[in-house]
C-alpha cells in the first residue's frame, strides 16, 4: 500500500496487505458511537460490489432478500420488481386544478454540493422541487 493516511475498517483482506508493513502501519479503535455506521457503510460497500457483478435483477433481489432475512426483517423484503416511491398526491378533485410533482434533479436520498455552476442544478430550483407537491395554477406562498 502507499504511504499515506487511510480510514479504512480492517478486514482480513486488508490486514494480509499490511503484514509486509510492520511497525510503519498505525491502527486505531473506532468511536463507540461510530461503530455502527463504520460497520454499517462497510457492509454497503461489500453489497455494493456483488450486487453490481450480478447482471439479472432476479438474482439482485434473492441477494438482498437473503440478507434481509438473515438480519430477521422479513417486513423490509423489496418486492419485485424493485421501485421508488417517488410521492403521494392528493386525489383529483372535480372542478380543482391537478396536483404536479416537480422533482429535484438529484436524488433526495443522496447528500450533493450544489454550487450553481453553468450546466449543474440551481440550489433555489433544487429546493424548491425538494418542496414537492403544488397545484397546478394555484399560486404557492413565499416564504
Not at 460497520?39 to 438474482?59: A, G, P, T, W
Not at 396536483?99 to 455552476?117: E, Q
Amino acid at each position: 500500500m502507499q504511504r499515506g493516511i487511510y480510514e479504512e475498517l480492517l478486514t482480513a483482506q486488508l490486514s494480509q496487505r499490511l503484514e509486509s508493513l510492520g511497525d510503519s502501519v498505525h491502527l486505531g479503535a473506532v468511536a463507540e458511537a461510530d461503530v455502527p455506521a463504520v460497520l454499517s457503510r462497510h457492509v454497503y460497500e461489500v453489497l455494493r460490489r456483488r450486487l453490481s457483478n450480478i447482471k439479472s435483477d432476479e438474482q439482485r433481489l434473492a441477494l438482498v432478500n437473503s440478507v434481509l432475512q438473515h438480519l430477521a426483517v422479513g417486513d423490509d423484503e423489496v418486492l419485485n420488481p424493485a421501485r421508488h416511491l417517488l410521492a403521494v398526491l392528493d386525489t383529483r378533485v372535480p372542478g380543482l386544478p391537478g396536483t404536479t410533482t416537480t422533482r429535484p434533479a438529484t436524488p433526495l436520498s443522496d447528500a450533493a454540493l450544489l454550487t450553481n455552476a453553468r450546466g449543474e442544478p440551481n440550489l433555489g430550483a433544487e429546493v424548491k422541487a425538494e418542496s414537492g407537491v403544488h397545484q397546478s395554477g394555484v399560486r404557492r406562498p413565499r416564504w
